[in-house]
Each structure stands twice: as structure tokens, then as C-alpha cells.
């Protein structure tokens, strides 16, 4: 068996404040029934954060500023079409939303959805993304904290 391949990804959690909430953007696949954060492969001469930025665009129809670095996830995968193992990298952002509606999402996405961070939390179907949700979520407390 040969050996395993890298893959880099970027992705971001999408926000936007409602009555003093948090809101995120959640994109469901796989016929409606994986929910998770728009994310994709980083292309050649491509930044993180220009790829995390670009795919929330295609993937949920949305255009956001930076706000926050959120790290980095990791998982090992196999696909199964070409049985070649991978080792995925996924750098996440914390992105703040300025236009765009989930309604123009790629066609690759089921459904983009708005959701209240803590339903988002129980919504996503990945226990790693639910930790960047949650890390999501305290760093909007923070921000928070700086304006009161």
C-alpha cells in the first residue's frame, strides 16, 4: 500500500449578530443529511484564508471580512473511488458577514441555513467542526467583552 497523500483545506464560520445572538451558517450535503461548515481545497498560489473566503462564497452563497483565526482540524479519510488514503488538513476562520444570501449556494450544497450557534452545534454532524463552532462561539464572546 503506498503512502498517505496531504490535503489542505479552508473553511469559516460564518457570522452575523441577531437581537445580541450569534448566528452561523451551517451547509447540509449528502441528500440533506450531512450538516457541516462550507470549507474546500485550498487551490495552487492560494492562501488559507483567500480559499476559506472563496469557498464560503461558492459553497453558501455568502461574502464575509475576516475576523479571527479559528486553527486548524485533522482526519484521515479514504475515498473510495480511487482507495487513496488522505490525511486532510482544515484551517478554519472566523468571518463576519457582509452580503450575499444562503439561497445562492453552490450546487454541490443540499441547503445553507442560518442557525443560532448552539442549535448550529447540535446540528453539525462532526464532532471536530462542533469544537470550531464552539471556539467560534468564544471568540464572539470576546469580541463582545471589548464593546461593552
Not at 452575523?16 to 495552487?44: C, F, H, S, Y
Not at 482540524?73 to 457582509?98: M, N, P, Q
Amino acid at each position: 500500500m503506498g503512502k498517505a497523500k496531504v490535503q489542505r483545506s479552508a473553511g469559516g464560520v460564518v457570522y452575523q449578530p441577531r437581537n445580541g445572538d450569534m448566528w452561523v451558517v451551517l451547509i447540509a450535503t449528502g441528500e440533506g443529511k450531512v450538516w457541516g461548515l462550507p470549507k474546500g481545497l485550498i487551490e495552487k498560489d492560494e492562501k488559507p484564508l483567500q480559499a476559506a473566503l472563496r469557498e464560503v462564497r461558492e459553497e453558501a452563497g455568502l461574502f464575509c471580512e475576516p475576523v479571527a483565526e479559528l486553527g486548524y482540524i485533522e482526519y484521515w479519510y479514504r475515498d473510495s473511488a480511487t482507495k487513496v488514503l488522505y490525511h486532510k488538513f482544515v484551517h478554519y476562520y472566523l468571518l463576519s458577514h457582509t452580503g450575499g444570501d444562503v439561497g445562492d449556494h453552490g450546487w454541490e450544497v443540499d441547503e445553507a441555513r442560518w442557525l443560532h450557534v448552539d442549535r448550529a452545534i447540535e446540528r453539525c454532524s462532526y464532532e471536530n467542526e462542533r469544537g470550531v463552532l464552539a471556539k467560534a462561539r468564544e471568540e464572539w464572546d470576546k469580541l463582545l467583552a471589548r464593546t461593552t
